[in-house]
């Protein structure tokens, strides 16, 4: 792909878009891209992320994999360098005055890269031959859109159309009907004004078994056809130590032994809302404690997976996310619990998540986001482990929606979300999937 992208700056486009199905080797390509336009063109390219982490990330990978190209990370002006920067001598900088002229990439947020416009030497017209947005999805248009076309000769965004949208306090309806919708995810910005884009598309995932590709592509991805690299029995896991229970979590189990990378386990419906749900977060405590006694097993890499580094567990709140960490901590057990929003972006073998309509009476624009859900079932890649209350069928099937909340024109992403939840739960109840548990 980054010989493709190379020919068609070589051609006469200036702005490209690479879209992602998750776990494709999205930073891999940037990487590569930015490498190969340095030693075979001499370019000096600027790559901007979204956050200080991924940018520690991209700068130490990318100093591993390439230590004879010259790189600087760029901090702020009062920023420390982290520790991960100084254990591989990744080089940093902290004034603009001390940026590499020559051959060689820049590493830096967005936010500090918009600072660095007033740097442009006199009589040039950009910073950098290749200006790149990493993940660009996750970053804002007001961020990210000029950086992009005021540092860079070329422009390059490489994201995943799924992920959940850049987060923000503001209300964006104020911004719905102006020119620019500076709070939107940057590509599709870009995309709306009209500029010219060269468009690409990755079409295979690393990461995610078959099973799960045919379950969330047409509903999470409907415009990105994408396959997976792997085959099902290569993604499948075993256990070593039969269910002796028989209830909804050995039989659930049995399912993804049997090559279902996505099943649900289901309790009754309480009848009330709340966003911290406590038979929930013991029922995710069994369900981490089981997958340890039985002992699962990746065969096809001849591994046994450990509950404490190979298992995430998502959910949509804090709050609830704070009540299961603590009862896992109660049982020893200090597997990652996060929300979606930090841990996108990352992967695991398997993940355990709560439903985001869950709990829920009447579902609403935050729990029908189609990026959260997106994020909770495409971080594994042997199986993920729904845990949902029996009321998200009767929530799905009373869901009114208005119409009439957005301007008319503008993408209709609660509406494209609820249809999303519904393929998916059809998906799984069809399939047998979902499993009640007592």
Request: with cysteine.
């Amino acid at each position: 792909m980054e010989d493709e992208i190379l020919r068609a700056y070589a051609n006469g486009a200036d702005r490209i878009l690479v879209d992602s199905p998750p776990g494709a080797g999205k930073t891999y390509l940037v990487e590569q891209t930015s490498a190969k336009s340095i030693a075979n063109h001499g370019w000096r390219v600027g790559v901007g992320t979204n956050t200080r982490n991924q940018r520690d990330d991209f700068a130490v990978r990318f100093h591993q994999r390439f230590p004879k190209i010259a790189i600087q990370v760029s901090l702020a002006s009062k920023e420390a360098p982290s520790q991960r920067l100084i254990a591989n001598n990744v080089p940093t900088i902290n004034s603009f005055n001390s940026l590499n002229r020559g051959p060689g990439v820049i590493v830096s947020t967005v936010h500090r890269h918009f600072y660095s416009v007033d740097h442009i030497p006199n009589g040039a017209t950009s910073l950098y031959d290749l200006m790149v947005a990493d993940e660009a999805y996750q970053i804002q248009y007001r961020n990210g859109g000029l950086p992009l076309d005021a540092l860079g000769r070329r422009r390059l965004m490489v994201g995943d159309p799924g992920q959940i949208s850049p987060f923000t306090e503001l209300d964006t309806e104020i911004f719905e009907s102006a020119h620019d919708r500076v709070l939107a995810p940057l590509p599709e910005e870009v995309l709306r004004n009209g500029s010219p884009v060269y468009r690409l598309a990755l079409d295979l995932s690393r990461r995610l078994a078959p099973d799960t590709v045919r379950i969330i592509q047409p509903s999470l991805y409907p415009n990105l056809p994408f396959t997976a690299t792997s085959t099902d029995a290569e993604r499948r896991i075993a256990f070593a130590a039969a269910g002796a229970k028989k209830d909804a979590i050995d039989h659930a189990f049995d399912a993804i032994a049997a090559g279902a990378s996505i099943v649900a386990i289901q309790l009754p419906d309480h009848g009330f809302e709340t966003e911290v749900d406590d038979e929930l977060s013991d029922l995710s405590v069994e369900v981490a404690e089981r997958i340890h006694f039985r002992r699962v097993r990746w065969p096809h890499e001849r591994r046994q997976i450990d509950i404490n580094n190979d298992v995430f567990y998502m959910d949509s709140h804090v709050n609830s996310v704070t009540r299961t960490q603590e009862r896992l901590n109660a049982r020893a057990i200090t597997l990652r619990a996060d929300t979606p929003n930090v841990i996108q972006g990352q992967e695991t073998l398997i993940s355990i998540v709560k439903h985001p309509l869950s709990s829920m009476q009447e579902a609403d624009p935050f729990h029908l986001d189609p990026g959260r859900y997106c994020v909770m079932l495409s971080r594994h890649k042997l199986a993920c482990i729904v845990l949902v209350r029996g009321d998200v069928n009767d929530v799905l099937d009373d869901y009114e929606h208005d119409a009439g909340e957005r301007l008319l024109g503008r993408d209709n992403m609660t509406f494209k979300g609820y249809a999303a939840h519904r393929q998916i739960w059809n998906a799984l109840l069809d399939q047998d999937r979902v499993f009640t548990h007592p």
